[in-house]
């Protein structure tokens, strides 16, 4: 059974080296749409020939057009400036040549670094497309609908599952707002749809200067699972506490709070 994995947290913290998996027969599709983000993660990784690295970067859009800033009637300036976008839906249509590619031809395993700057790739290129089919001067493009760029990156989810391949997910975070207050909540930045069709959530934070994963969405593994804390999380590992928490549950076991334990008494089922 395949999975739909997000992992989020602060830089650092262990998200890609998770992905990525230490076993020199796992083959990796790496997504690299944060520049730089594999050659940290590879600096401690003794063999990386088994990872096919593809980047993605976003067009120096602000530095390469001044833009043009709105006035309205009365003289005041709009909050934004707008700009001719180029660049972007070549590079996005890329990935999805890429990435269909991968699911249709080979047995890796797709990691997109960082889903938070694909879902901007995402809108971007879609604007471009609007752009390119309206002229440049049409007024707040920004503003036009989402229909399609959500319906373009729930079927990149929804790909993964048609190929029955895992597919993780890394994204940066942001604080959550309500009615224009903060809450002091930190939620995944990106695409607001994808933690819903995720199959695991975790949060990463470092503990000792270890990563230390925390389940914020288990799926099959069930509300027991919520706050589970994995200590230097691996794919597999993730994949046992998730297993084990299916099997006790559907055996009518209490789910132990403890990510070892879990595993060891849905070893015994």
């Given at each position: 059974m395949s999975r739909v994995y997000l992992f989020t947290g602060d830089n650092g913290t262990g998200k890609t080296s998770c992905?990525?998996?230490d076993n020199p027969e796992d083959i990796v599709d790496f997504y690299e749409f944060d520049a730089g983000s594999f050659?940290?993660?590879a600096a401690s990784m003794p063999d990386t020939t088994r990872i096919n690295v593809n980047r993605y970067y976003a067009p120096l859009t602000n530095l390469l057009d001044?833009?043009?800033?709105?006035v309205s009637e009365k003289g005041g300036m709009a909050p934004a400036t707008t700009h001719r976008l180029e660049g972007?839906?070549?590079?996005?249509?890329?990935?999805?040549?890429?990435?269909?590619?991968?699911?249709?031809?080979?047995?890796?395993r797709p990691v997109i670094d960082t889903e938070t700057k694909l879902w901007l790739m995402i809108r971007q290129a879609f604007l471009e497309e609007v752009q390119d089919a309206v002229g440049p001067n049409r007024e707040r493009l920004d503003q036009l609908q989402y229909t399609e760029p959500n319906a373009r990156h729930?079927?990149?989810?929804?790909?993964?599952k048609?190929?029955?391949?895992?597919?993780?997910?890394?994204?940066?975070?942001?604080?959550?707002?309500?009615?224009?207050?903060?809450?002091g909540i930190m939620v995944p930045d990106g695409f607001k749809e994808v933690p819903n069709m995720a199959d695991a959530v975790l949060r990463f934070r470092l503990v000792d200067r270890k990563p230390v994963a925390t389940i914020t969405k288990a799926g099959a593994g069930g509300l027991d699972l919520l706050g589970v804390e994995i200590h230097e999380p691996t794919l597999p590992l993730i994949n046992d506490v998730l297993d084990a928490s299916a099997?006790?549950?559907k055996a009518g076991k209490a789910v132990p709070r403890d990510a070892m334990e879990i595993i060891v008494e849905g070893a015994k089922l």
């Open positions: 992905a990525l998996g050659e940290r993660a001044q833009g043009k800033i709105s972007w839906k070549d590079q996005f249509w890329n990935f999805v040549r890429d990435y269909l590619g991968g699911l249709k031809n080979g047995d890796a729930s079927q990149i989810i929804e790909a993964a048609q190929y029955n391949r895992d597919l993780v997910m890394l994204a940066h975070e942001k604080e959550l707002y309500i009615k224009k207050e903060a809450q099997k006790l549950r």
